[in-house]
């Protein structure tokens, strides 16, 4: 699961260096139309998680991960091939539409086997694969361009694809038994969404699921330029880019035992107070330094605002999935595709407000860490105060 779910990670993280010799061969002459390189991937991710989770719950969920990654095969070849900048973008469309197969089907899968807090464990260990992913993946790229040119990064893509497929076929038994399968169906699709969107909390898990993540794709579509162009980092890039994936690392293995001693909604509304709060009283250090805040301060704001960021991402995932039991396809599939659409439009906003300031960046984390907050009070203010979080107990 966590090598499968680490292929949208490594579709990110290892072009990042990459992305002024790409700009560069098509002759893109503004460096924010770069970021588009990486923002269009969780386009093709948004829609295609809509897609997957029904086909999953009609016929299996390994047939839908190998669909997924034939998919994303497809997009590697053709950005591979590709010899004008809008092909390539439909390619990385591609891309994210068939790596949204294995990522959703990575909490399908989860979510067939665990419930409660058991489950927010799971998918913190699954998660911390991938947040560790961009530990090496930037450096893993910087390699493969200066060695072979950035088109052999989607050529290693496609290689570790093939092995993902492999490893999966062998490894991995069907968790959906032929008795619990529904036709797929326009009026099943109808009736499933319904069902997700008209329950309050799993909206709200959803909305504020989306803002997180928002704020990581601003930060992954911007940090190129910020730690490059305005630190002028240089080669150096990776290592700083790697310091924080640490913090996100830490955070979710962290989380693996802090959820089943203080439970999924404390450490989500602890994480949210802390992003907020932390982001104002950096925005007021920016205001009065007015030159740019030092380096070192900007790694220290990141570092502990990403450790938040990382209890946020399982704990929210769970949050969301918990009540969807009996539509875990169907379940994943909305959770998965409407926080991914709002993340990008949410991400995309702040990636090319970049004016040469990390103020976007610091004022996006303020403000929809904010607006989370918010929407986390008034879901709970409509949960009923006897319900408790499910217990670590395996569905079988």
């Not at 016929?59 to 591979?80: D, I, T």
């Not at 107070?273 to 330094?289: A, D, E, R």
Request: with cysteine.
């Amino acid at each position: 699961m966590a090598l499968l779910i680490s292929l949208v990670a490594l579709s990110i993280d290892s072009l990042l260096p990459a992305l002024p010799a790409i700009g560069h061969s098509f002759g893109v002459q503004d460096a924010n139309h770069n970021q588009w390189v990486i923002t269009v991937l969780f386009l093709g991710m948004g829609i295609g998680q809509l897609f997957f989770g029904p086909l999953a719950d009609s016929v299996g969920r390994k047939p839908a991960v190998y669909l997924g990654l034939a998919l994303f095969g497809v997009g590697c070849l053709l950005s591979l091939m590709a010899t004008d900048f809008r092909v390539l973008l439909v390619g990385r469309v591609l891309q994210g539409l068939g790596a949204s197969g294995p990522r959703i089907m990575t909490l399908t899968l989860v979510r067939d086997q665990y419930s409660g807090r058991a489950m927010a464990r799971v998918m913190s260990f699954v998660t911390a694969v991938f947040i560790l992913v961009p530990v090496i993946a930037p450096l893993a790229g910087q390699w493969i361009m200066e060695w072979a040119g950035w088109r052999s990064i989607f050529g290693f893509y496609l290689a570790l694809a093939v092995i993902a497929g492999i490893w999966f076929a062998l490894r991995q038994p069907e968790t959906l038994v032929p008795t619990r399968r529904h036709p797929l169906s326009v009026r099943e699709l109808r009736e499933g969404i319904r069902a997700v969107m008209t329950n309050r909390a799993v909206m709200g898990y959803i909305l504020i699921l989306g803002m997180v993540f928002g704020l990581f794709i601003g930060y992954l579509s911007s940090a190129q330029q910020i730690f490059q162009n305005q630190y002028h980092l240089g080669r150096k890039f990776p290592l700083f880019f790697a310091i924080l994936a640490l913090a996100l690392g830490a955070a979710s293995l962290a989380n693996a035992r802090l959820v089943m001693r203080f439970g999924m909604r404390v450490l989500s509304r602890l994480a949210l107070n802390g992003i907020c709060g932390l982001s104002v009283i950096f925005i007021g250090v920016l205001w009065f330094t007015r030159s740019g805040a030092p380096l070192w301060s900007l790694m220290v704001y990141l570092m502990i605002t990403f450790f938040g960021v990382g209890l946020l991402f399982g704990n929210l995932n769970a949050l969301a999935m918990e009540p969807l039991a009996a539509r875990a396809g169907m379940g994943a599939s909305v959770v998965g595709s409407i926080s991914t659409l709002i993340s990008l439009l949410l991400g995309a906003w702040i990636g090319q407000s970049y004016n040469g300031t990390v103020f976007p960046l610091v004022g996006g984390f303020a403000l929809l860490s904010g607006l989370g907050r918010g929407l986390f009070q008034w879901i709970e203010s409509g949960l009923p105060k006897e319900r408790g979080e499910g217990t670590p107990e395996v569905n079988h």
